[in-house]
């Protein structure tokens, strides 16, 4: 009987080990790999300075789910860091939230899988007033 118990112990000590083992960081390019497909990285946004004393408060979807939102002063740059996974292909949106109202659709644009280097994208509204700079890196496939 006492030889069982020993074994049990083991066996839990060495599934313990084998559990904190198994859930350890992974860089973006690891988690891609493994789940296929890719990892959105958004990184960091811009405002321009239009010159308006208004608070932009943009919001970024990825395919059609909001990832990030926050008040964002004219002029400013805003840390994101927010890792994404897609597969293929992702449709980017960044609306501008208006208290009230419908948000406004800025740009629409279309990343699809493969290692890129950190890009930014400028994001010009259909009005002069909405302009961003939106930085960005894709992992994996």
């Given at each position: 009987?006492?030889?069982?118990?020993?074994?049990?112990?083991?066996?839990?000590?060495?599934?313990?080990?084998?559990?904190?083992?198994?859930?350890?960081?992974?860089?973006?390019?690891?988690?891609?790999?493994?789940?296929?497909?890719?990892v959105?990285?958004?990184?960091?946004?811009?405002?321009?300075?239009?010159?308006?004393?208004?608070?932009?408060?943009?919001?970024?979807?990825?395919?059609?789910?909001?990832?990030?939102?926050?008040?964002v002063?004219?002029?400013?740059?805003?840390?994101?860091?927010?890792?994404?996974n897609?597969?293929?292909?992702?449709?980017?949106?960044?609306?501008?939230?208006?208290?009230?109202?419908?948000?406004?659709?800025?740009?629409?644009?279309?990343?699809?899988?493969?290692?890129?280097?950190?890009?930014?994208?400028?994001?010009?509204?259909?009005?002069?007033?909405?302009?961003?700079?939106?930085?960005?890196?894709?992992?994996?496939?």
């Amino acid at each position: 009987m006492e030889r069982k118990q020993s074994l049990e112990f083991s066996y839990a000590c060495l599934f313990s080990v084998g559990h904190e083992q198994l859930f350890s960081e992974l860089t973006p390019e690891a988690s891609a790999a493994i789940k296929g497909g890719a990892v959105l990285q958004v990184i960091k946004i811009k405002c321009q300075d239009t010159g308006e004393r208004k608070v932009n408060q943009p919001c970024l979807f990825v395919n059609g789910m909001e990832v990030w939102s926050e008040k964002v002063m004219p002029g400013k740059e805003v840390q994101i860091d927010k890792f994404i996974n897609f597969m293929s292909a992702a449709t980017i949106q960044l609306y501008d939230k208006d208290c009230g109202s419908n948000d406004d659709l800025i740009d629409s644009f279309l990343i699809s899988e493969g290692a890129s280097a950190e890009i930014e994208k400028p994001i010009i509204g259909n009005e002069s007033k909405k302009k961003c700079l939106l930085s960005y890196r894709v992992f994996g496939s």
